[in-house]
T-cell receptor, first 115, second 108 residues
């Protein structure tokens, strides 16, 4: 089973709201990722967690706050977003960090609209 | 120069055709290579990993040329259902780098 689940599937939020995106995998993977994808563009890396520690933050604005409560869960907390943050937010996981040729598996994404 | 480059296409091919995509990468220390398929408004799905010896999965063949720093994907006997964006992904030490994707449309 190579399933990564994400909730919610769709989210509409105002610029003053606080919301969270959730991601879960039960494959025993030790690396998890958040990506942002705009239409007709490839996924853009935001954060990497490796063994539950944040290993990469790609200069993401602080209105996005990741959290890894345990090895199966990854959250992305959203606060004071801008309309240009509207996108598909993808979670992914891999057995280990990228440097070991592990395959990466994606969840179905959360389609976020900021009004 | 982008770290991973692909021809964005679109490639419009008739059903039954053979089509090939190439992807070049700039970092010679890159360690892993993959092809993903992404349908409109869906997540990327792993199509195949790419190994130095080349590998085949049904109608799909992937090749890696480390000397010239490119990977390729060959699709034989194209089906309408192959219409999608094909993403080349290169694994570095700390993260995966995505190409821009190549759009394929298979025409009836």
């Amino acid at each position: 089973d190579t399933e990564v689940t994400q909730t919610p599937k769709h989210l509409v939020m105002g610029m003053t709201n606080k919301k969270s995106l959730k991601c879960e995998q039960h494959m025993g993977h030790r690396a998890m990722y958040w990506y942002k994808q705009k239409a007709k563009k490839p996924p853009e890396l935001m954060f990497v967690y490796s063994y539950e520690k944040l290993s990469i933050n790609e200069s993401v604005p602080s209105r996005f706050s990741p959290e890894c409560p345990n090895s199966s869960l990854l959250n992305l907390h959203l606060h004071a977003l801008q309309p240009e943050d509207s996108a598909l937010y993808l979670c992914a996981s891999s057995q280990g960090p990228p440097g070991h040729s592990y395959e990466q598996y994606f969840g179905p994404g959360t389609r976020l609209t900021v009004t | 120069r982008k770290e991973v480059e692909q021809d964005p296409g679109p490639f419009n091919v008739p059903e039954g055709a053979t089509v090939a995509f190439n992807c070049t990468y700039s970092n010679s220390a890159s360690q892993s290579f993959f092809w993903y398929r992404q349908d409109c408004r869906k997540e990327p799905k792993l199509l195949m990993s790419v190994y130095s010896s080349g590998n085949e999965d049904g109608r799909f063949t992937a090749q890696l040329n480390r000397a010239s720093q490119y990977i390729s994907l060959l699709i034989r006997d194209s089906k309408l259902s192959d219409s999608a964006t094909y993403l080349c992904v290169v694994g570095g030490t700390y993260k995966y780098i995505f190409g821009t994707g190549t759009r394929l449309k298979v025409l009836a």
